[in-house]
Nanobody, 124 residues
């Protein structure tokens, strides 16, 4: 499975962005898809994941209801709608696909396939 992330950019605090991750090859609909992010100088961290059946899970501490993950299996695309963006959301955002067990959904090592990353910068 190849993943291509897009939709990043520069946005002011309080603004919104929608990231997209298009998959090609493989049977994307059978995989969980996730978004991770890597802030400058920090480790890659979990943001959200969505299972093949639409079940979602978020990192509550960082997201707090501002982000929504969704997928369209016919289009082989996963989305991350980000609202009320804050400067601390600045990071390179990566999409990933895999088949993690429930307890490993936030573990980056549980995902087999990764996109190239898209930069999100929140600044006034």
């Amino acid at each position: 499975v190849q993943l291509q992330a897009s939709g990043g950019g520069l946005v002011q605090p309080g603004g919104s962005l929608r990231l997209s991750c298009a998959a090609s090859g493989g049977t994307f609909s059978r995989y969980s898809a996730a978004w991770f992010r890597q802030p400058p100088g920090k480790e890659r961290e979990f943001v959200a994941t969505i299972r093949w059946n639409g079940e979602k899970s978020y990192d509550r501490d960082s997201v707090k209801g501002r982000f929504t993950i969704s997928r369209d299996n016919q289009k082989k695309t996963v989305y991350l709608q980000m609202n009320d963006l804050k400067p601390e959301d600045t990071a390179v955002y990566y999409c990933a696909a895999g088949r993690p067990i429930t307890s490993s959904q936030s573990d980056k090592n549980a995902y087999y396939y990764w996109g190239q990353g898209t930069q999100v910068t929140v600044s006034s």
